[in-house]
């Protein structure tokens, strides 16, 4: 019998590979996927020329497949459900997906939250007025402490690696969030060129619990600037004249964050960083 012959015999036609695919808007290569897996097998199969046909008999199968896949639902468990066919086993996967959603939407909002910190954070950089000082009050931050003396000399890149490896942290959560310090001593005396400890600030949608130090909540003599590290000098000078001028007495370590980098841009022109004095 020839394929025409047997797409015209018996009481229901049938339908070749390519007619199924665009009965049901889909790529032919799927369907001979859903038959290597077993889930939707050719109603017959040509011995001679190993054409697939199917019959309307399997709509049904391929839109329970369709509609589990437009919920996400792995093949292995539609694999499943066929085998196990029944409503409980139906309603095990719809429970079991809907965690698996509920899940994935937790980590998109935090991964919106993220965004949205980095958004903000650049566009406050570049919106900046750059060299002037500007007194914030800022909240206690988390975050994870190396502290390690070294100068500018030193590859501050293996030194994130350090602080990394020391305390397992994830490489995507340091854009825009690498800080190093001066002691308060050495900002006391006048020297910059010594740097106590390097950090990454930790937030909250990073997911991080084994956080180990805080930057204090308070008020901060700050100053952004064109630049990285090698520039803040002439910064430092800045904030101290401040403070001194103002009256006011430094409090702690200070805080420097290059929040616009290599990491985003290859124009040094357009690097940002800034310095944070704490003060009393």
């Not at 809907?98 to 899940?103: A, D, Q």
């Amino acid at each position: 019998m020839s394929d025409k012959d047997h797409k015209g015999s018996g009481k229901k036609a049938l339908l070749t590979i390519g007619e199924m695919a665009r009965l049901f808007h889909m790529n032919i290569r799927t369907l001979r996927y859903y038959n290597e897996l077993g889930i939707l097998k050719p109603e017959y199969v040509n011995p001679d020329t190993n054409y697939r046909y199917y019959s309307t008999n399997q709509f049904e199968r391929l839109n329970t497949i369709k509609y589990l896949r437009a919920l996400d639902v792995p093949l292995e468990k539609i694999s499943n459900f066929f085998d196990e066919k029944d409503v409980n086993t139906m309603l095990s996967i719809f429970m079991e997906q809907r965690e698996s959603v509920l899940k994935k939407q937790k980590q998109l909002a935090q991964i919106e939250k993220k965004i949205t910190n980095r958004i903000e954070q650049i566009e406050t950089a570049l919106s900046a007025s750059y060299g002037q000082v500007i007194v914030k009050y800022l909240p206690q931050r988390e975050i994870v402490l190396l502290e390690k003396k070294f100068t500018l000399a030193d590859d501050l890149e293996l030194l994130i690696r350090d602080l990394s490896k020391e305390h397992c942290l994830d490489d995507a959560i340091f854009l825009g969030k690498v800080g190093v310090s001066v002691s308060q001593q050495d900002l006391i005396e006048g020297q910059f060129t010594h740097f106590s400890s390097i950090f990454v600030v930790v937030e909250a949608e990073d997911g991080f619990k084994d956080k180990d130090n805080v930057l204090s909540e308070g008020s901060y003599a700050t100053v952004q600037y064109r630049g990285t590290h090698e520039d803040a000098s002439p910064y430092y000078t800045l904030l101290l004249n401040y403070l001194k001028d103002s009256g006011f007495q430094i409090k702690g370590d200070s805080v420097e964050i290059t929040i616009i980098d290599a990491g985003m841009t290859n124009d040094y022109n357009k690097f940002v960083t800034e310095l944070q004095i704490p003060f009393q």
